[in-house]
């Protein structure tokens, strides 16, 4: 299946528009972020791979309410919500309705890739940002960026042309674990695994 969320070159979502995009059901929204383009500062790329999380979701951090830890997922739709997992990498997601978000997973290097390099320390451009910690360390995203919207430096997202969407079930959760909410660009080598 394709989606159509704008053009090639397309301006960054700012304001209302950024707002009416992310303001949908995640799984919309975890689709339609396929293919668009992310920028942190100079390095960025474009997003190859997401999973959504909702409130009622046991595998979400939203699932048991709002937390000084989790206050982020119920900010505005485009807001930014980093955590750390394994107690050593950051990950990043995206607000869409209040206590849901998108997991960005893993995007194709394409602006400041010698910048990335050095920070992954990793010069093979299909293991730059093929996961959701790798990409955060190429990315230079931390808890400092935390709780801010998309339109608001360092980020900006630009919306994309059509791409195919494959599905399949989350990685590296126990609940909730059948759910098919992992989304990707098909035939993407940019990816943190294979879809079967």
């Not at 969320?5 to 707002?19: E, R, V």
């Not at 992310?22 to 972020?33: M, N, P, Q």
């Not at 992310?38 to 048991?64: C, K, M, N, Q, W």
């Not at 230079?140 to 599905?167: M, Q």
Request: proline share 8%; hydrophobic share 40%.
């Amino acid at each position: 299946m394709t989606h159509a969320a704008g053009a090639i070159g397309a301006a960054p979502l700012t304001g209302p528009d950024l707002t009416r995009f992310f303001e949908r059901d995640a799984i919309a929204v975890a689709r339609d972020l396929l293919g668009c383009h992310l920028r942190v500062g100079d390095v960025g790329g474009r997003i190859t791979e997401t999973e959504a999380y909702f409130p009622d979701d046991a595998a979400s951090h939203a699932f048991r309410g709002p937390t000084p830890r989790n206050g982020a997922m119920f900010g505005k739709p485009g807001n930014v919500y980093i955590y750390r997992i394994y107690g050593m990498h950051w990950c990043v997601n995206f607000v869409c309705t209040t206590g849901s978000a998108v997991l960005i997973r893993a995007l194709e290097p394409e602006a400041g890739i010698p910048t990335m390099i050095d920070r992954r320390n990793n010069d093979a451009l299909t293991q730059l940002c093929s996961g959701p910690g790798k990409l955060c360390q190429a990315l230079g995203i931390d808890l400092s960026l935390n709780d801010r919207l998309l339109d608001r430096p360092p980020f900006s997202i630009s919306p994309s042309a059509p791409v195919e969407i494959v599905a399949g079930k989350r990685i590296g959760i126990t609940k909730n674990a059948e759910a098919p909410w992992r989304f990707g660009i098909s035939g993407s080598r940019y990816l943190s695994k294979p879809f079967r």
